[in-house]
Structures are given as C-alpha cells and as structure tokens.
C-alpha cells in the first residue's frame, strides 16, 4: 500500500476544491496522456533533489519513496508521486514543507487537500 502527493509549480489554488481542479488539470495533462513525456521544470527538479538529500533512493528499507528513480515521476510542472504507508506521515509532511519553502503546491488526493 502506498501513499501519493502531488506537488506543482504555480500560482496557488483559493481552496482545496480549486486544488483538486487545478490538480486533475495537471494530472491529465501532464500524466495520464498519450503524448511525450515533458522533462520536468526547473523547480520541480530541484525539489525532487531536496528529497533525495535528505532519503536517497536505494535498495533497502529506509528510504519512503515507492518508484524510482523518483525524477521519473515528475513531468512538466508537477510531481505526482507514491510513498511507502509506513513513512507517509513522516515523509509527506518534510515534502510537504520543503514545497512550501520553494514555492510550489502540495496536495493530498487521498484527502483532496492542500497540503500547508
């Protein structure tokens, strides 16, 4: 069982209900499509970097990320990514605060939350 969040690059959603919106926007734009993968922007890259710093991703338990290597999950403006269950809380709220810190959105879709 894993956990997703999906983080972007943007100007932020009003409420939570504009965020779903702004997110299933994203979402079948950039993921669910049958067009060419878009390399990721600038940001989303460095945030993904962020992570990886503090948990690398590697073959053993400890590090929270389900796929790999993570950068795959990020295209265009948006990272939609899975987490192990067992590290969400920990893991969802240190990607939560660094998005913030840089700027972008984080959003829960199991909640269809953002993320502060």
């Known amino acids: 069982m894993s956990y997703d969040l999906a983080v972007w690059e943007g ?8 965020a779903a919106r ?9 993921i669910d499509t049958e067009e060419p993968a878009v390399p990721p922007v600038e940001r989303i890259a460095a945030f993904v970097s962020v992570l ?9 338990e400890t590090s929270p990320w389900s796929t790999g290597p993570l950068i795959r999950e ?3 403006p948006l990272i939609y990514f899975p987490m192990s269950w067992s590290m ?6 240190y990607a939560a ?5 840089m ?6 879709p199991q909640a269809r939350q953002l993320r502060p």
Do not use: I
């Not at 605060?97 to 810190?101: C, F, G, M, N, P």
């Not at 700027?103 to 829960?108: I, K, V």
């Open 97 to 101: 605060e660094v998005a913030s810190s």
């Open 52 to 60: 990886l710093e503090r948990w690398p991703e590697n073959e053993d």
């Open 22 to 30: 702004c997110f299933n926007d994203l979402y079948d734009r950039y």
């Open 74 to 76: 990020a295209c265009g």
């Open 88 to 93: 969400a809380v920990e893991a969802s709220a």
């Open 11 to 18: 100007e932020r959603p009003a409420d939570d209900a504009a």
């Open 103 to 108: 700027g972008l959105n984080c959003f829960d």
